[in-house]
């Protein structure tokens, strides 16, 4: 079994295009995420599209020397079974978007551990059963779960894991919540958002 954390990532972004390519301080905003969710336990790579509108975020990360597949544009869901074509039923994917710059290594390691130990194909971390801010996002699903899900519809090509069981007994608790959280927005979708973690 070999884990997987996928960032998918596009510049064609109709509310906040080339997002990824933000700087925040010295860091490309999808450089940044990278650094934050890097480790040895597994291995990351971006997975943004074929398309031109991508062909300088794809020249960034080979500078960066950051592992990244180009698939799809607008279908996501292929773009994802496209890169996993060759691997095993069993392998770990973890999914992430280049828009949630505060996902780090331990939300990711504790979902994980928390799949390996259970017996569910899939299980998230969100805010849809917690107080966790918007943007603090993490799904994890096993590559068997993602091939049998025979679902394409718009929702499904773009969102990738639209159809997937999102109930409350697959989402992962963290420890010592805050109610005040959900006022929080941590993800990057709109000018904004961008001003405001630049600030932070």
Same mark, same amino acid.
């Given at each position: =079994? ?5 960032? *998918? ?24 995420? &990278? ?6 336990? &597994? ?15 794809? &020249? ?58 259970? *017996? ?41 894991? &639209? ?24 993800? =990057? ?12």
């Amino acid at each position: =079994m070999k884990i997987y954390v996928l960032i *998918q990532a596009r510049s064609s972004s109709a509310r906040l295009p080339f997002k990824s390519l933000l700087n925040i301080n010295e860091y490309s905003s999808i450089e940044l995420l &990278y650094k934050r969710i890097r480790s040895k336990s &597994y291995k990351t790579v971006v997975l943004t599209s074929n398309d031109s509108s991508d062909d300088y975020l794809a &020249y960034l990360l080979n500078k960066k020397k950051i592992n990244f597949f180009r698939g799809s544009l607008f279908n996501v869901k292929k773009r994802f079974l496209s890169f996993t074509e060759k691997f095993k039923n069993e392998d770990i994917i973890v999914r992430l978007t280049g828009d949630n710059l505060f996902i780090d290594k331990k939300l990711i390691k504790l979902a994980i551990k928390r799949i390996i130990t259970s *017996q569910n194909n899939y299980l998230f971390i969100g805010n849809k059963f917690s107080n966790l801010p918007l943007g603090i996002s993490v799904e994890i699903f096993t590559c068997s779960h993602l091939r049998k899900n025979n679902n394409f519809s718009k929702l499904d090509k773009e969102h990738v894991t &639209y159809s997937f069981d999102k109930l409350e007994n697959n989402s992962i608790k963290i420890k010592d919540e805050k109610k005040n959280w959900t006022r929080l927005i941590c993800t =990057m979708d709109y000018l904004e958002n961008y001003h405001s973690i630049k600030k932070t």
